[in-house]
């Protein structure tokens, strides 16, 4: 049985990120962008980095392009990936935020770390560093194509923007991840 990565997108707070890092959640994922619910401050990110061992952090600034450099100033204990929502910037940092499925996905998968769609299926094939985000489709119908990662944010998320355990602990049974 082909068991994908998780990445939780949309942490906003310590106690969230380390939960998650406790349950052996692969990606944990903050908001930089301008706009969103999910946004925390650069100074609230840089207190809760340190305290996290995770295999990787995603940081997502939408299309700001300015707030690149004081993510890749943060110090972590682990790799930092940059999630962009368009293509100016390439390579092995960077996640590429897909909403409509290019024809030029492969050519994109070589150059980013990681793609993620945010989009409703039928997807084409995917290349092998291919998130999809659950808040677009069916954890059913992105199951079926086998990606590299789930990708999930308002899907687990409480309506006062907190991890809803019960939500995540469900989406992880779903994933044959070891639930405890």
């Known amino acids: 049985m082909h068991i994908p990565?998780?990445?939780?997108?949309?942490?906003?707070?310590?106690?969230?990120?380390?939960?998650?890092?406790?349950?052996?959640?692969?990606?944990?994922?903050?908001?930089?962008?301008?706009?969103s619910l999910y946004k925390i401050s650069l100074a609230m990110l840089q207190q809760i980095v340190p305290w996290l061992s995770v295999p990787?952090?995603?940081i997502d600034v939408g299309a700001d392009i300015s707030a690149i450099q004081?993510?890749?100033?943060?110090?972590?204990?682990?790799?930092?990936?940059?999630?962009?929502q368009n293509v100016s910037q390439k390579g092995e940092n960077y996640i590429l935020s897909l909403y409509e499925i290019p024809n030029s996905l492969y050519?994109?998968?070589?150059?980013?770390?990681?793609l993620e769609l945010r989009c409703a299926?039928?997807?084409?094939p995917l290349p092998t560093n291919c998130f999809i985000?659950?808040?677009?489709?069916?954890?059913?119908?992105?199951?079926?194509?086998?990606?590299?990662?789930?990708?999930?944010?308002?899907v687990i998320n409480s309506p006062n923007l907190q991890l809803?355990?019960?939500k995540l602990d469900n989406l992880r049974y779903r994933l044959g991840l070891e639930c405890d």
């Open 70 to 84: 004081e993510v890749e100033n943060l110090e972590a204990n682990c790799p930092i990936y940059i999630q962009l």
């Open 121 to 124: 299926p039928p997807w084409p």
């Open 56 to 58: 990787a952090l995603v």
């Open 107 to 114: 050519e994109l998968s070589e150059e980013f770390a990681f």
């Open 164 to 166: 809803d355990f019960d």
């Open 5 to 35: 990565k998780l990445k939780i997108n949309f942490l906003t707070n310590l106690a969230d990120a380390r939960a998650c890092a406790g349950w052996g959640i692969e990606y944990l994922g903050f908001s930089l962008e301008r706009g």
């Open 133 to 154: 985000n659950i808040d677009y489709c069916s954890i059913e119908e992105a199951i079926t194509v086998k990606p590299f990662g789930i990708s999930a944010g308002k």
